[in-house]
């Protein structure tokens, strides 16, 4: 019985464009979109995107060291043009080395560089443009030093072997995390959790078209009937995640981002995706006991799952998050799950290091079915 | 609840049901007795009870007195005021779907499906998304998915509501060769004019209780009452009750005879507008039993 049950819902799903459509075509443009705008945010080595003019009013040796070591060009125009183009919107930035910042660096005063932004632009590209001027005057400054000191070490090479920077950044893991290992699981796990809009809406129709109740009046064990809701989303759910990693690997590549390494622990990533799909559609049969009309069942589900979605670092990635916020997203279990795939994906993580993202999701998926079992029991 | 004892039929005793413990009694103290081959017509207005007492008798709701007896599931069929199927499946897929809800042996499902369809006249349709299907269509699918495990009692919960004539009438013969196929049929309705065309026995439930029950014809010959309507303000003499405005009645006894009563209204110079006497249909006898239309 369990299995006509199983089949009549999924050939129902099968002809309902809308619910396929959120399913499935809403992550999809989510990965797409976010890979490429966030791609710069999670490269170790980004080039920044920003548009900075630079003008170099001081036009000393030192102040084109300076520009050189920055990376930088002076453009053609003078500060007040330059100001204009920004006011104007032609660039995101405007870097001045001030006149008499070859002097202020030889008196060793503080020297005169400035950025100057447009309001729009992000501050955390601002701070990484910011950083690098700070490094070319570092050097700068250690060139400066290295210089005085040469002759009397008697090291002529010394200004060239000292003054680099030796530091290097890189990933602890054994592929750094890029947009797409971010985007995957995080609109896969929101995709997962929008199961709540077709399942409670389809609870509700069955309880006001009195199929339920038909149900009931034919003796079907009501075990059945929760499963005949549950196993379909769960076979969607796992369908979800093929899909989503296929997006990932095939066709976010297609539009210029990277390509998700599927070089995971298999058993790891299934355990993640049931973990989640436990505890979406617990949350899924939770709302549809109380809700009363699809309408309302439609407007809950989608504000519960945009809410979770807000907290567990969906929309905004946790590393963007300032340290308080990312401390809110342990309260969502979207959070929890997206935190478990990413150690799949990007932390090549096993299955027993998922175990405690897992329980929590189980425990959290049983509650609130069990839950809505309870009020839809009552209910009838 | 249950039991053998009705085998293919019904036995409902001292029926009793408040959906809270405050409120006024939803059932109160019904008895029905229903034999395999009858149709029972429930009678009453909306809010009577009747579904109430459908949805008693189905196991849905547990009776917190009295006494049950019917054929277990899904020997027995209730068929919903509602279309309880999947707007999205076809005719056939509901109907497969139901078979198996309803433990038809595989074997026996496809062969089911077909009758059912043949029974209820959509063959036709078979293919067709219930969502595509008209009204009628559809009230023909909600009676074929409740005759797919083919139950010997069956409670049909208006199964007429909002179809057309034709469709009307193609339910009603459809009823009325279950009845001819030895099922024992409950039909809840507020069409009087349908419980009269097909029913052998007739229950009349107001307000949970049953105010009347029996043979239709021992229903509608139970009484003669002579009914008149006279001008406003006019007032019969003693004997006479006002059922509505302008319109009053009296019992007459066995042996006063019509003329007499019409005679004394004449000496008292009552101008008679109206005379109604001996054949009485069903809202007749709502009305005298309850005060109320059956419409209400």
Partial sequence: MLRAFIAKELLALRRDPHALAVLFLMPTAFILVMSLALRDSFRLDAESTLRVLVVDEDQSADSRRLLELAGAKPGPMNVDAARAALRRRDADALAIVGSGFARALAAREAPQVSLVAEPGTPIALLERERGRWERALGTLRAEAALRAIAPIVGDADLVSQGAHSAVTLRSAAPTPLTSVQQSVPAWLVFAMFFVALPVSTLVIAERQQGTLERLRSLAVPPIVIVLGKLVPFYLVHLLQVAAMLAVGRWIVPLVGGDALSLAVDPLALFLVATATSIAALGLSLFIASFARTSEQATIVAGGINIILGALGGIMVPKQVMPAAMQSITKLSPMGWGLDAFVDVFARQATSAGVVVECVALVAFGTVALALGVIRLDRAA | ?296
């Fill in chain 2, 1 to 296: 609840m249950s039991s053998a004892d009705a085998r293919a039929g019904l036995i409902v005793s001292d029926l009793h049901y408040r959906y809270r413990p405050d409120a006024p009694p939803a059932i109160d103290g019904v008895d029905v007795r229903l034999q395999p081959g009858e149709i029972l017509g429930l009678l009453g207005p909306n809010g009577a009870g009747k579904s109430t007492l459908l949805r008693l008798v189905s196991g849905l709701l547990p009776p917190q007195r009295g006494r049950i007896e019917r054929p277990p599931a899904p020997q027995f069929a209730l068929v919903g005021q509602e279309n309880a199927f999947y707007l999205r499946l076809t005719c056939r897929e509901n109907l497969a779907f139901f078979a198996a809800a309803a433990r038809v042996p595989t074997d026996r499902r496809e062969q089911r499906v077909e009758e059912c369809l043949r029974t209820t006249g959509l063959l036709d349709l078979a293919a067709r998304r219930a969502e595509h299907c008209s009204g009628g269509a559809r009230r023909r699918l909600n009676l074929a998915i409740g005759l797919l495990a083919d139950p010997t009692l069956l409670l049909l919960d208006e199964p007429t509501a909002n179809v057309d004539p034709q469709a009307r009438a193609f339910l009603l013969d459809a009823v009325r060769a279950l009845r001819a196929r030895g099922k024992a049929v409950v039909y809840a309705s507020h069409y009087m004019e349908e419980v009269e065309a097909i029913c052998d026995r007739i229950a009349i439930i107001d307000s949970g209780r049953l105010i009347a029950s029996g043979k239709l014809e021992e229903i509608l010959g139970a009484e003669r009452r002579l009914r008149v309507r006279v001008p406003a303000g006019t007032v019969p003499p003693a004997g006479w009750q006002e059922d509505s405005t302008s319109l009053w009645s009296k019992e007459l006894g066995a042996q006063e005879s019509l003329s007499a009563a019409l005679a004394q209204l004449e000496a008292h110079a009552i101008a008679v507008r109206n005379v109604q006497f001996g054949a009485r249909n069903l809202e007749d006898v709502f009305l005298s039993l309850t005060r109320r239309s059956l419409r209400d």
